[in-house]
């Protein structure tokens, strides 16, 4: 691995902050970021790598590598939960099995704008195609999850179809505000775009600093509960990331030769969500427990993303 870019990672400020977090609760400090404060910063966060992306995909106009990056992106969300849900059913049972699978096989936003942040130190640009990609990415993992979940529980309980579990699951804030940012950023006029370019670009990084902070007090306070199911959460919570990443980074190739596009499918492969799917499976899985899928994407697989796996992902995307 390049050292000089694993440093880079570590010594950024984004990242530092992210470890005060952590720093910050295991200090049991009475620091803390106001509720509305961070739902606000998390929608600022989504607002802007969305609107970017969009404004970028009405630039570059839709390619035949733009409808190859959505098919391959479809079958990653659709593979990633497919295979997990069998590697995990006869220890967690199907509810659980289905939450973490779906999870898994969904994207996290936050680390998508991480990546963003990195490859922008890196001076690596990558297309604004890859935003719509991570929208795309959310129905097909959820689909599979349910769909795999409903298939092996041997006990019906009153649930949500599977329609009405997709539909609540697009519509979630998140996902809503990110995809009506994208669409946003295509239809806008270039020239009227300028004005809130100040807001979406040149305070991007203090917000995401913050935001981190507090997903490192977070971080800190959930990881815990990989260890209630034992061990094997937590290999999978680390060992699951490395592998769709790494697998991911080095096929990518073959749907495109831009770098920063094949790390984008990486990270985006080797993120979980944390977010739109555990807010989905209040409606589709309420047997299943937040207390294993929420510390697993949370507490294990965002920080060895964000710290080991993307200076891993850009090397494997430059190598190959």
Partial sequence: MNTDILISNITNPTLLFFLLGIFASLVKSDLEIPAPSVKFISLYLLFSIGFKGGQ?????????????????????????????????????????????????????????????????ASQIPFGGHMVAVMAFMEAPAII??????????????????????????????????????????????????????????????????????????????????CFDYGKMSFLVALLVPLINGVVVAYASQWVTEDVGNRFMFAILAASASYIAVPATMRLAAPDADPGLYIPMALGVSFPFNITLGMPLYLMIAQMT
Wanted: no cysteine; charged share 15%; net charge positive.
């Fill in 144 to 225: 599979v999850g349910v769909s795999l979940m409903k298939r092996y529980q041997k006990q019906t309980t009153q649930q949500e179809s599977l329609g009405s579990v997709v539909f609540h699951a697009l519509t979630n804030g998140s996902v809503l505000m990110i995809v009506g940012s994208l669409v946003i950023g295509i239809i806008a006029d270039t020239k009227q775009a300028e004005g809130i370019k100040p807001f979406t670009n040149d305070i991007f990084k203090g917000f995401l600093a913050i935001f981190l902070l507090e997903m490192g007090m977070i971080t800190a306070k959930r990881i815990k509960g």
């Fill in 56 to 120: 970028e995909l009405a630039h570059s106009g839709i390619n035949q590598e733009i409808i190859n990056s959505l098919l391959f992106a479809s079958v990653i969300s659709a593979v990633i939960p497919f295979y997990l849900f069998f590697i995990l059913l006869k220890k967690f049972g199907p509810s659980n099995a289905g939450a973490v699978a779906a999870a898994y096989g969904s994207v996290s936003a936050v680390t998508f704008v991480s990546a963003a942040n990195f490859l922008d």
